[in-house]
């Protein structure tokens, strides 16, 4: 047996030299790698089902908690019925695959032992091929999770009320959330130039994602300080937002709102990378090679 | 077979391997800070949650606040035992498995399973042994009456028993590794199976109830021993917890022993 590779492999295939021209280089590059993604994770889908079906745990325990708290407070909390909390985790579960980018954690290993290196001498910034290769594994990660859906729902029987703005501003909005946290893992996890002693810190850091995303309750069951500090912090527009895009009740104006928020912290993350990127890579000094 | 050693003896053992293992961990101290760090994360997490349901209701599935914070620290201290005790020895053993090495266990003169359980120790993991008796003993003093010395013996019971059950559990996963070579995945489901007994068993529906009770032990490990410091432990369900470890103990040493039959070695 071999082992699921969590690492990517190598490029092998390259465009022709004609197609490698600047204009269509970026997106020849993403295409490549994502098209290597899907043929690679294809081969691990019992490795990444087993990891999903692990992962779906999380949310039908507070799926089922809620929903008995739901049903001993007369059918709702704060106005969300069983039947709501039901949509929220179920889309949950989406939103949270859509989370899975490359983790901080994975940085040490990359410095360490020098794999950045040969990202390095490419001619692209490496954030585009963890952007490219994530985002191909999105590809087998929908397909896989399509079931897993569709018995949740038979399960949990979810009330969507759901209009066309909605699904349109959804299929946005997941894409929003996976650039969002893309970025910011990557800020996290190149901190790690300079210390490796950084797990406490991640620790820290997603504890209060995970409280103040939506990923643990709905914000609207949070105290009102919190739903304030959340709103300030990037968090909710890569998990919450997405998921009440769907589940909730948002105005066409809250729901365009979030995307124009969204769009603010991308841009903010993406600001954030090339500078924390631009200082940090000059204390990089590969080992061995 | 390797005949069985004196129960002393097998005692003396597995005190010297925690010896062993004990002090080639205690040369790590800044993981002391870290597994603090985390369970001081973890459990606020909990305890957060905790508060949010009870912004909402009294009671959950007929548990107070008080009792499910009882729930919560056996959830935290059998995890801490879990990772400290459990989980290593399993994982090293799934290696073993895959690699071979097992030959060294199995050619020395002393029980083979006592051997693979007792080999390592992740001292501190141990960290939320104590967080977790800490949160039991907050959680029991603040409940209303107190808790007299039957339910504390009651509890000490069937967390031991529990501890076994879930010793056995993890066992029979891990002997899977004789027949299927790569269960490393399962150690993540089972991580992902565990936060279930953060809650009490019986809030979820049937099906899943029936799962967490027989399939993971977890209503033996955790529900169990906080009904019982709850005052919520019926002699039957005592007498039904002893029954069904006795015989997953007794199910998981006949299984050990077909599965070393078929363990081929290093130099298949």
Known sequence: MTVPARRPPPLRRRRGPDRDRRLTGLPGFYLTVMRTAVAVQFQYR?????????????????????????GAQGG???????????????????VRNMNIVFTPFGWEERIRQGRLSAMLVRPVHPIHYDLAYFAGWKVV???????????????FRPTFDVSALEVLVFLVAIWGAYLI??????????VTFWTTRVSALYDIYFTAELLLSGRLVPLALLPAWAVTVADV?????????????????????????????????????ALLVAAVWRVGVRRYSAVGG | MNPAPGRARGLALALTFFRVAASTELQYRVNFLLSLVQSVLAVGTSLAVLGLVFAKTDSLGGWSAGQLLVVMGVYVLVGGVIRSLIQPNMQQLMSDVQEGTLDFVLTKPADGQLLVSVRRIEIWQAVDVFVGGGLIA????RLPGSVG?????????????????????????????FWVVRVDFLVELFDGMYQAGRWPVTIYPGWLRIGLTFLVPLAFAVTVPASALTGRLSGWLLAGTAGFTAALFTFTRWAWRIGLRHYTGASA
């Open chain 2, 138 to 141: 907050v959680a029991a003093v």
């Open chain 1, 233 to 269: 912090l990037p968090f909710k527009y890569s998990f919450g937002y997405p998921i009440e895009v769907l589940a909730g009740d948002l105005s066409t104006r809250e729901l365009l709102t979030g995307l124009a928020a969204q769009a603010g912290w991308i841009a903010a993350g």
């Open chain 1, 141 to 155: 990660v929908v397909l896989l999770w399509l079931p897993i859906a569709a018995v949740l729902t038979l399960i």
């Open chain 1, 46 to 70: 019992t490795a990444n089902y087993a990891y999903m079906i692990g992962m779906v745990v999380e949310p039908v325990i507070y799926l089922v908690v809620w929903a008995r708290v739901a």
């Open chain 1, 76 to 94: 709702a909390v704060d106005g969300i019925t069983a039947g709501k909390f039901a949509a929220y985790y179920i889309v949950w579960t989406l």
């Open chain 1, 181 to 190: 946290r893309s970025m910011l893992l990557w800020v996290l996890g190149m």
């Open chain 2, 149 to 177: 010395v039957l339910p504390v013996l009651a509890f000490a019971a069937t967390l031991l028993l529990g501890v076994v059950a879930i010793y056995c559990f993890w066992l029979l996963l891990t002997i899977l590794a």
